[in-house]
């Protein structure tokens, strides 16, 4: 193929042929659903867990069916945990799926802390020795990036951002990996919480050790005072600032541009050095996901989760409303009663969030979810959770707050791809594993990786996708995908660029949750 083509084809698993894959997949033992590897049609016998079901109607792919009848009311189990509850008798062999299975789940719910204690093979992990070529900080923080980054406090100046990043990029293009601005709406007509959650993103970013430097531009008369903002700020490197308001400012774009030129020449001097794996963040985020997305893409995510932490690197886990009905997974591994009691609060705090808004806590899957297999979201949440692998869960963040500690961090954020993916990166997140089923062209501050969770995905968006995990189903298995995917973390860590590096995807979005003035 043409050497770009090449340079952006993903990691992919040998072309297989259908009677090669196994028709069918039980996650576990325990469950009373299979799940379809490949379309199948009524009538076609599936040899699988022991037995044999016919199939009583065709089965699309990465959709359910039943292993043994199942009867009206009893629950419908995958993963292990029940998954919803049957609104009708479901036979041996039937589709399982909207019309015969519902949500268990409803408001919020009482927690009694029972940790299970540390996962045996999470512990007996190896530590690696493999390093990464990254920037370090004056702080001790290693960026995968030494970027300029242009971050406004208000969205009256985003275009001006845009205007002096693209001027910026042309003049000094080679001398640092980017200049980049991260516009946004927000900023003014902002009260309480809304007000504060800008603030905090934009501080957070302020202080991402991917950015070798910063240009802070303000508009003058906003709610999100740029003095105040730096108060608010105190971890940023002055030395690697640059901020004005474009009211206070004769010519905003000349003196942007300038602005960054300082930046870039102090930047300009940073060096990749070979840096452990300790010191990668990794964010960990699903969106538009699958049946396949709990098979392959989400557990490959937590072996990288657990390499990761075993290194005595972190890794930082989010989307809240997306862990209702397997919050209690996490729950057990909290390594204290403070943690558990953080997980408690977010998890009830979104569901009472949702009540009073009027909304079930259970509005959930979305339409592509549902049309890729995934009918409630207990089955959603069982597959999602297993992005934070099997390592201890050390600490919980609010949304907008940074890592504090190394190992496995819960952070408060809603499950919508772009604020949660921003609030990984505000919180340290240096690159950010992202699984999808469905795919989506999205990039954010931080590298981020899309992995598909099938193989029909990954070769139809070639230009969306880095890495294919339907190599899981392969004769690799999960162990040969996690090497697959470890090697392209640390790649991407020492800069090859992420499908969204390359095709200028990145953006930034801000929870909003209250009243505009």
Not at 38 to 44: E, K, V
Not at 166 to 172: G, P
Not at 475 to 489: F, H, P, Q, V, Y
Request: with cysteine; hydrophobic share 40%.
């Amino acid at each position: 193929m043409p050497e770009d083509d090449a340079k952006m084809s993903c990691v992919q698993p040998p072309a297989l042929l259908p009677d090669e894959l196994p028709p069918a997949h039980i996650v576990d033992p325990a469950d009373n659903v299979a799940i379809a590897v490949m379309a199948l049609a009524a009538g076609t016998r599936i040899d699988i867990g022991g037995r044999g079901v016919t199939l009583l109607s065709d089965i699309p792919r990465g959709h359910k069916f039943a292993l043994h009848a199942i009867k009206a009311g009893d629950a419908v189990r995958k993963y292990g945990w029940p998954i919803g509850v049957a609104t009708a008798g479901i036979d041996a062999g039937a589709h399982v799926h909207s019309h015969n299975l519902a949500t268990g789940l409803s408001g919020t719910l009482s927690y009694r802390y029972a940790p299970t204690g540390m996962d045996t093979a999470w512990a007996a992990m190896p530590r690696t020795d493999q390093t990464f070529l990254g920037y370090r900080r004056a702080d001790g923080r290693v960026g995968t990036r030494n970027e300029i980054w242009i971050l406004c406090t208000v969205g009256c100046v985003s275009r001006t951002a845009e205007r002096i990043a693209t001027l910026a990029s042309q003049r000094f293009a080679g001398k640092v990996d980017g200049v980049v601005a991260f516009p946004h709406p927000f900023g003014c007509s902002q009260l309480g919480d809304d007000l504060a959650h800008t603030k905090s993103i934009i501080a957070a970013l302020a202080q991402h050790p991917n950015a070798g430097g910063v240009l802070l531009l303000g508009l003058g008369c906003e709610s999100n005072q740029l003095d105040k903002l730096l108060r608010d700020a105190p971890g940023i490197d002055r030395s690697r600032l640059r901020a004005f308001t474009a009211q206070a400012s004769r010519d905003e774009i000349e003196d942007g541009i300038n602005a960054v030129a300082e930046l870039v020449e102090i930047a300009a001097g940073d060096m990749r050095v070979p840096c452990p794996a300790s010191d990668l963040v990794i964010g960990l985020k699903c969106g538009g996901s699958d049946g396949f997305s709990g098979l392959t893409a989400n557990p490959l995510v937590g072996r990288m989760a657990d390499r990761v932490t075993a290194a005595a690197g972190s890794a930082i886990l989010t989307e809240i409303p997306e862990i209702f009905g397997a919050e209690e997974l996490l729950m057990r591994r909290a390594v204290d009663q403070t943690v558990f009691d953080g997980v408690v609060t977010v998890v009830n705090g979104f569901k009472q969030y949702f009540l009073d808004h009027h909304q079930p806590v259970y509005e959930n899957p979305s339409p592509g979810n549902i049309a890729g297999g995934i009918t409630t979201l207990e089955e959603k949440s069982l597959g999602a959770v297993q992005k934070g692998g099997r390592s201890p869960l050390c600490d919980v963040i609010a949304y907008g707050q940074m890592r504090r500690v190394k190992g496995l961090t819960l952070l408060e954020a809603p499950g919508n791809d772009g604020v949660s993916s921003t609030a990984l990166t505000a919180a340290g997140a240096t690159v950010i594993l992202f699984t999808t089923g469905r795919g989506t062209p999205l990039g954010f501050p931080a590298p981020t990786l899309k992995i598909a969770s099938n193989s029909v995905l990954a070769r139809q968006k070639p230009n969306w996708i880095d890495f294919d995990a339907g190599l899981a189903l392969t004769d690799a298995g999960l162990d040969g995908a996690a090497d697959a995917m470890w090697s392209l973390i640390l790649e991407t860590a020492s800069g090859r660029q992420t499908r969204a590096e390359k095709n200028g995807q990145r953006e930034i979005a801000i929870w909003k949750n209250g009243v505009t003035l």
